[in-house]
């Protein structure tokens, strides 16, 4: 194993990403490769690092606010009774 790029868990270092990153694609180290096509933790981490390009995490989204979930949910509801009534006029028998 290349010195370096594993640390104490097995897992890759940022010597071991930067070395994957600098290669060109279908060409990283065997090793290195095969670890991270089967390491859960260390494919997290190289998907978070290229989430945000800076390295520091992305900022989380701020929750929509109140008024616009219930007015989601209140739409929701009137095109359910809506449809509801549309069944009723739909099944019932011309007279």
């Known amino acids: 194993m290349p010195e370096g790029v594993f640390d ?3 897992c890759l270092t940022e010597a071991g990403f930067a070395r994957i990153g600098a290669s060109p694609p279908g060409r990283a180290p065997t090793e290195l490769a095969a670890h991270l096509a089967q390491c859960a933790r260390c494919q997290r981490r190289l998907l978070a690092s290229a ?11 701020q929750r929509p606010p109140v008024w616009r979930t219930a007015v989601a949910v209140l739409a929701s509801l009137l095109l359910v ?4 009534v549309m069944l009723r006029f ?5 007279r």
Do not use: D, H, N
């Open 8 to 10: 104490a868990q097995g």
């Open 51 to 61: 989430a945000s390009p800076s390295g520091r995490p992305a900022p989380r989204r």
């Open 81 to 84: 009774m809506m449809a509801i």
């Open 90 to 94: 739909l099944t019932v028998a011309p």
